[in-house]
Structure formats: structure tokens, C-alpha cells
């Protein structure tokens, strides 16, 4: 089928990029146009529509559609590439998640055989064509990497290097590729070559850009050069240690943690340098996710092997018995490690055992080679422990795309695989995402509910009440293993807990500092126009009881250029006044 003019073949371009999604009639004017069409544009639309359909008739597939809500088209899905390659990256991805990093690698390159060059090379692009484009270049060079990662998983270092060397020169500025041919390198013997290759690119950075590689490569190195990264066994062997234990135990990261770069690195590098590092923040801002993404990036500085805890109280408590029990003498001797090898344990959710964890780290701080790595609400106070706190993500002033709106239309995406982002969505996804400032796991939820409302009815509707996220539906009974890890269904379930542990007097100050939308100082507090108080604190009472809820991460505290500022997030200035209502409702009752 050939479209001889420029115009049908932009058409079919908007159809395609966005298929399974209609597309309206502004927005194909817009890819036909740009932000200048002809008066009468809408006439020309209609004339290219009937071309296209023209040279599609009698092809069989793809048709040209129309609705209500604006075009499609229908095209078989194995003959389209888009569509073939979306599946089989979603299959390797499943296989990820099962641990089959050999059937990952395979279906990530059979996904990426699909790519025959750039994405619509010929045609001269309108800017919101190019901004499609621009969306699946990105996706392609990410799931390049994957492949790199799951290849490193499945032992294939030997034969991935040379692979590896392409993809560097093709993306020279990506620094994770780097980090993955370095690694493949020293991992087949060839260290001198690895190292090598790592100040190569301290060279073109500095030579380019006037920076030095991340934090993470500058680790990567440290740990080459002090021999703490071993070279694995082959594949088809079981991967262990010297010990006996698999080189990751427990949970493995499952979601993909977006817009928080910056913090990886960050901790990191506290994780290489320090023996506990607790990172801190309000439930649902993505502490256990970025603990175990992390952990993922260090593992291999980690040749003793990383340990995770279930995220339960149960797995916790398994732990401490197993420390006071008989065996004790076999833990204490796996944890043994020789010279130069290291173990990193992640404890997940610790603080709902807060009374008995804090023996359980001192136990295993008592390995001089064992770093902890615990995500909590609140700080430990062990001698030692370094304090990371993690916020919510940022938020767009405008209409730019911020940390925030990224894992919003990704999620989006994931929530309804047919969905593809308009100009006007990315407006609507800023909006939500200052109404709920930023929480990741608020954006998820937020996400999820557009299955049920339109992306701006749920604006709407946020702007009024965020009762759609806070409110849970009767429970239905799970069909499939995998949803017994699903994130919680409900922002109540997440705040609840840490709202139970407040005293009486810290929920009343919650209450009050909820009263302020933005945010607010100390003296604001100590202005007796600024709280309302029945009864009234005094200005001692709220500087402990205000310490405390920021301990607790339930108010957020920053400095500013105007001095030291704090604030309650929207969703938790939400669950507060919804449990206030639920408490005077059941003093009613009763």
C-alpha cells in the first residue's frame, strides 16, 4: 500500500500511534496541522479520512473507524508491529517477576527485533507526532536495558560484552549502560578491560559534559578495585554463595520506580558507605520501592547476598525468633562472611515490631560485614543510624512534566493498556497531581480509577473530595497469586496505621495543622488567631507534639528561604478529616 501524499500518511500515523484509543477530531487536526491549521481544516480532515479509507479498502485490514468519540482503526495485532512489540516486552517482564531472567532476555530481544530503523524516519513529523515518537524511542533504548540487566541475570556475560559495546556506542551519554558492560567485564575475567572502560567514560564525561560518572558507577569501581564484586557461576548453575545462600533472598522489586533518580543514587551510596540506613517518610510516598530498587543497583557490591523481609509483621517476627532461638549459632555463622565480602539485609515496614526490632538490628550489626537497609515511618535510635528521609514526588507549577505527572500517565497506561496521553490529559494529570501532592501511591490509586471515570471528571471530582481514594468497595475474592502483592486498595488503609499509634493529643494537633491547605510556620502555630484550640496548647505542648508527628512523617517539614516551613499532605489532610467525621459519627451512634 503506498500513500503518496504527506498529509494521508500523517493520518495514518495519528491512527496508528494512538490505536486502540480514539483520537478526535482536534487532536488529528493537530497532527495534520500543528498549532496553525487552515480554516478549513476540519473539511481537509474529512477529505484525507476518505483517501485513507480508499487505499485501505480491500486490504482487509486496517479499517479506518469512527465514533462518537473521535477515529480509530482496527488492525489485527500480529500485524502490527507496535502492538507485537508491547506484548512481548509485557511477557518479558512476567518472566522478570518469576525469576526467569533467560526467557526475560529472549523475549526482550525478540521485542526489540521488531524495531527495522526510527520510528516513521521518512515522514516530515508534526510536533504532537513528535512527541509520540519521542515516548517510544524512550521505550525502546529502556527495554535495551532491560535486556542488558536480565542477560547479566541469566550469567551470560561472556557472550553479552560485545552486544553490550554496541549499545554504549549507540547511547554513549547513558550512563547505565556503562555500569552493565563494565560489570560484564569484570564478571568474564576481563577486570583490567572493565576498569579500562570505566575511565574511558570519566574522560567523555568530562571531556563533554565537565561532570564524573554517578554515584552508583563511582561504587561499581570502588568495589572492582577492593575485589568485592565476585564473577557468578555459569547459567545453568544455581546461583549461591560461598555459604550456601542465594545471592537474593526474599522480595524482589516488582514495580518500576520512576522519578527518583536522584534519591537512588543518593542512597546508594549511604548504603555502601554506612552499616544502617533507615529511610524514612508518610506511607505511601514509595519507601519500600525505592529500598528494594536500591538494593537491586548494589546487589552486586554485595557478594554475600542481599536478604529482603516480606513487608509483614510475621516475616519480622520469623527473623527475631530465629535469632533467639537454637539456631542462632547457624545464623550467626552464615553471616560469617571472608574478607572482602559483604551482606546487605533490607528490613521492610520494620517499625510495625518497632519493641523488638531494634534487638534484631543491634544482632546484626553485630556482623561487622552486614549492612541494614530498613524502610519505616519513623527513626530507629539506634547508635549509628543514618536518618534518610523520602517526600513525595514533585509537582508541575504549570503544565510542565514533573516526577510526579510521569508515574501518573504511566500508571495510567499500565491501568488501561489501550491508553495513550493527549496534550489535554497532560494539563488534567498536573492538576491531579497537586491536588494530591505528589503521593505516589495517591497517583496509583488515582490511575486505577480512571478504568471507571474520565480523566477530567476525575480531576473534578479530586478538586471536590478525595472520598474516591479514601473509600473502599466491598472486598472481592482474589482469583490469582500475584494479587495477594497488590499495593493496598485504599489510602485509609495506608494512613490508618499510623494514625492509630498517635496519642490523643497528637491527633488533635493533626486535626488543627489540617486546617492549614498550604503550608505554615511555627509562629503561625504560636498565633493564637493562626489555631484554633479547644482546648488551647500551649506553645511548649505544640513544639513537642509537632516534633513528634514530623518524627512520625505525618507532617512534612522543609527550609525555605523564609525560614522553616511545614505542611500536611493533601491525602493525609483528607484522612484526617475523614476519621474525625467516622469517630463524631460513631459518638453519635453510641
Request: proline share 6%; charged share 25%.
Amino acid at each position: 500500500m503506498a500513500l503518496v501524499r504527506r498529509k494521508t500518511r500523517l493520518l495514518l500515523a495519528g491512527l496508528l500511534l494512538r490505536h486502540g484509543h480514539p483520537v478526535t477530531t482536534d487532536e488529528l487536526i493537530g497532527v495534520l496541522w500543528g498549532d496553525a491549521p487552515p480554516s478549513s481544516a476540519r473539511a481537509n480532515l474529512h477529505s484525507y479520512i476518505s483517501t485513507l479509507r480508499r487505499h485501505l479498502d480491500g486490504q482487509g485490514s486496517p479499517v479506518v473507524t469512527a465514533s462518537r468519540d473521535g477515529y480509530g482503526i482496527r488492525i489485527a495485532p500480529d500485524e502490527f508491529d507496535l502492538s507485537a512489540f508491547e506484548r512481548r516486552v509485557a511477557d518479558a517482564r512476567e518472566a522478570v517477576r518469576a525469576d526467569r531472567p533467560g526467557q526475560a532476555a529472549r523475549s526482550f530481544a525478540a521485542a526489540l527485533d521488531l524495531w527495522r530503523g526510527d520510528v516513521l524516519e521518512s515522514l516530515e513529523l508534526s510536533e504532537p507526532l513528535r512527541a509520540q515518537v519521542t515516548r517510544l524511542e524512550e521505550m525502546r533504548l529502556s527495554v535495551q536495558e532491560d535486556m542488558m540487566d536480565a542477560r547479566l541475570s541469566a550469567g551470560e556475560h561472556a557472550h553479552a560484552v560485545g552486544e553490550f559495546k554496541e549499545l554504549v556506542q549507540a547511547q554513549p551519554f547513558r550512563e547505565y549502560r556503562w555500569g552493565r558492560l563494565i560489570l560484564a567485564l569484570h564478571r568474564c575475567g576481563r577486570t583490567k578491560e572493565a576498569l579500562e572502560t570505566y575511565q574511558v567514560l570519566c574522560s567523555l564525561l568530562d571531556t563533554e559534559l565537565g561532570v564524573g560518572p554517578n554515584a552508583e558507577l563511582r561504587a561499581m569501581q570502588r568495589a572492582i578495585l577492593a575485589n568485592e564484586i565476585c564473577a557468578p557461576p555459569p547459567a545453568h548453575l544455581s546461583v549461591r554463595t560461598a555459604v550456601g545462600k542465594p545471592l537474593w533472598q526474599g522480595t524482589r522489586p516488582h514495580v518500576t520506580v520512576l522519578g527518583r533518580e536522584r534519591e537512588r543514587a543518593e542512597l546508594a551510596e549511604l548504603a555502601l558507605e554506612e552499616r544502617l540506613v533507615t529511610v524514612t517518610g508518610p506511607g505511601g510516598c514509595g519507601k519500600s520501592a525505592l529500598a528494594l530498587d536500591t538494593a537491586r543497583v548494589v546487589a552486586d557490591c554485595f557478594t554475600n547476598g542481599v536478604t529482603v523481609t516480606a513487608p509483614s509483621p510475621t516475616a519480622l517476627a520469623r527473623l527475631v525468633s530465629l535469632l533467639d532461638s537454637e539456631q542462632a549459632d547457624v545464623v550467626d555463622e552464615a553471616l560469617t562472611v571472608g574478607p572482602g565480602r559483604r551482606a546487605l539485609i533490607v528490613l521492610d515496614n520494620f517499625d510495625q515490631l518497632a519493641p523488638t526490632v531494634t534487638s534484631l538490628v543491634r544482632r546484626l550489626l553485630a556482623h561487622p560485614a552486614v549492612t541494614v537497609l530498613a524502610t519505616s515511618r519513623a527513626p530507629l535510635r539506634i547508635s549509628g543510624e543514618v536518618v534518610w528521609s523520602l517526600g513525595p514526588l514533585s509537582t508541575p507549577v504549570a503544565d510542565e512534566e514533573t516526577a510526579a505527572t510521569r508515574l501518573f500517565l504511566n500508571r495510567a497506561g499500565q491501568a488501561m493498556p489501550e491508553y495513550r496521553a493527549t496534550r489535554g490529559d497532560c494539563s488534567l494529570a498536573g492538576r491531579i497531581c497537586r491536588r494530591l501532592d505528589g503521593l505516589p501511591l495517591a497517583l496509583e490509586l488515582a490511575a486505577a480509577r480512571l478504568r471507571v471515570l474520565p480523566m477530567k471528571a476525575l480531576a473534578d471530582r479530586l478538586d471536590t473530595s478525595l472520598d474516591c481514594l479514601l473509600v473502599s468497595a466491598p472486598p472481592v475474592r482474589a482469583t490469582r497469586s500475584h494479587l495477594a502483592r497488590e499495593r493496598p486498595a485504599t489510602l485509609t488503609s495506608v494512613f490508618e496505621w499510623s494514625y492509630a499509634r498517635l496519642d490523643e493529643a497528637e491527633k488533635l494537633l493533626l486535626q488543627r495543622l489540617s486546617g492549614f491547605p498550604g503550608a505554615f510556620s511555627l509562629e503561625d502555630l504560636e498565633d493564637p488567631t493562626g489555631l484554633p484550640s479547644r482546648p488551647p496548647l500551649s506553645p511548649s505542648c505544640v513544639v513537642s507534639l509537632l516534633a513528634s508527628l514530623v518524627e512520625q512523617s505525618m507532617v512534612q517539614s522543609r527550609d525555605t528561604p523564609h525560614g522553616r516551613r511545614f505542611r500536611v499532605l493533601g491525602p493525609i489532610r483528607a484522612f484526617v478529616a475523614h476519621a474525625a467525621r467516622e469517630s463524631a459519627e460513631s459518638l453519635e451512634a453510641a
